[in-house]
């Protein structure tokens, strides 16, 4: 039986995190995942991209350590390294990435770089291996909304993206509204489960036209009604049940249409805000017996280096190599971006 072991490694926010992505004759087995969130940020309210840098170089080798330790393995015993190359904060990518470079060149071992957003539309797969592509797969983080049509593995045809802020970005810019720490997503969720619904009337921007996306306006619009509120204790839970569920129904309509224009079986939720089970569960709902929802659960949806193992897996298992000079980068398409 061929055993293979990927060690992960994913900091391009403020997530130190390693893995170690066992695959026996191409079955994965995770067997270690260490996540280290930084608290730092929290009272600032969003990343500060410098303080993120220095506590991913204070924490890389001991995350590392552990997840190899968790696994019950050495690093020799490693057969290839996936990093997170981009896109995220260059500094704290580089953080990770320089201390992938470093072990694959000690041991001898293949290195990968990966595409964060590859990575989350691998997710879902360590728990659901059976699932593959073709399907539509709605990838919403903290940075990033895209509506794709997975044909196969490295073959994603974009299909719509946000124009302005990030779904993640709209609940943790409510969240400070409503005075919740960031990153607010799971807050709201659960406030938003004690509100009653239908008291705030919230734009639904471009529902129906197109595949793109647009918060902005939905957040101008709680804006001007926190401000508006005489009573903010008591509007509170109320405002955020309204902003979910604006925000939801633009992004379960979309995905939903082009699941079914497409013909595809399966909706994958990917990133951090797929998290959110309002959303797993309208979307369900919508798709009916069409289309099945494939989601993974929150520890894998968040940013976590077991994704990163998974994508580099199949990449490594192609025969795909990076070379030592690769270099960390801010944005860029995901590779093998179709374009019409
Ligand atoms: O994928 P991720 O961990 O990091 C990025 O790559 O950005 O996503 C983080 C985002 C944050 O904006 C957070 O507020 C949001 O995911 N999030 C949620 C929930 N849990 C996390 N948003 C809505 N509902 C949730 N339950
Ligand atoms: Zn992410």
């Known amino acids: 039986m061929a055993t293979r072991r990927i060690l992960g490694i994913e900091t391009s926010c403020d997530?130190?995190?390693a893995a170690v992505l066992r695959l026996e004759?191409?079955?994965p087995i995770l067997d270690s995942l260490v996540i280290l969130s930084q608290d730092v940020h929290?009272?600032?309210?969003?990343v500060v991209p410098e303080l993120a840098s220095r506590e991913h170089l204070r924490t890389i080798g001991p995350v590392v350590d552990r997840a190899l330790a968790e696994a019950g393995i050495g690093a020799t015993q490693l057969d290839g390294i996936a990093v997170t190359a981009g896109p995220g904060l260059v500094g704290a990518l580089l953080v990770g990435l320089m201390y992938g470079k470093g072990l694959a060149y000690g041991l001898g071992r293949p290195l990968i770089g990966i595409h964060h957003h590859e990575g989350h539309l691998f997710a879902p797969t360590l728990e659901d291996p059976r699932l593959a592509p073709p399907f539509v797969a709605l990838l919403v983080s903290g940075g990033h909304t895209l509506l794709l049509d997975v044909e196969a593995w490295g073959r994603y045809r974009l299909l719509g993206q946000t124009?302005?802020?990030?779904?993640?970005?709209a609940f943790d810019k409510v969240g400070t509204l409503l005075g919740l720490s960031y990153p607010a997503g799971a807050a709201i969720e659960r406030l938003a489960a004690t509100g009653t619904p239908g008291r705030f009337t919230f734009p639904r921007p471009m529902l129906k036209q197109g595949w793109h996306f647009s918060f902005s306006g939905l957040k101008t619009a709680v804006l001007r009604a926190v401000r508006a509120s005489d009573d903010l204790e008591r509007d509170r839970a109320d405002i955020a049940r309204d902003f979910q569920d604006a925000a939801i129904d633009v992004l379960v309509e979309k995905t939903a249409r082009a699941t079914l224009e497409l013909g595809r079986d399966t909706a994958v939720?990917?990133?951090?805000?797929?998290?959110?089970?309002?959303l797993a569960q309208a979307l369900s709902a919508r798709l009916g017996s069409a289309a099945r929802v494939a989601t993974a659960s929150p520890r894998?949806?968040?940013?976590?280096?077991?994704?990163?193992?998974?994508a580099g897996a199949w990449r490594l298992g192609l025969g795909e190599r990076s070379e030592?000079?690769?270099?960390?980068?801010?944005?860029?398409?995901?590779?093998?971006?179709?374009?019409?």
């Open 324 to 340: 030592f000079t690769l270099e960390p980068f801010d944005s860029g398409p995901l590779p093998g971006l179709l374009r019409d």
């Open 42 to 46: 929290r009272i600032f309210g969003g």
């Open 163 to 169: 124009q302005d802020d990030a779904a993640g970005e």
């Open 15 to 17: 997530e130190t995190s």
């Open 300 to 310: 894998l949806n968040t940013d976590n280096a077991a994704m990163i193992a998974a």
């Open 25 to 27: 004759d191409g079955r």
């Open 269 to 278: 939720l990917a990133g951090g805000v797929a998290c959110n089970r309002a």
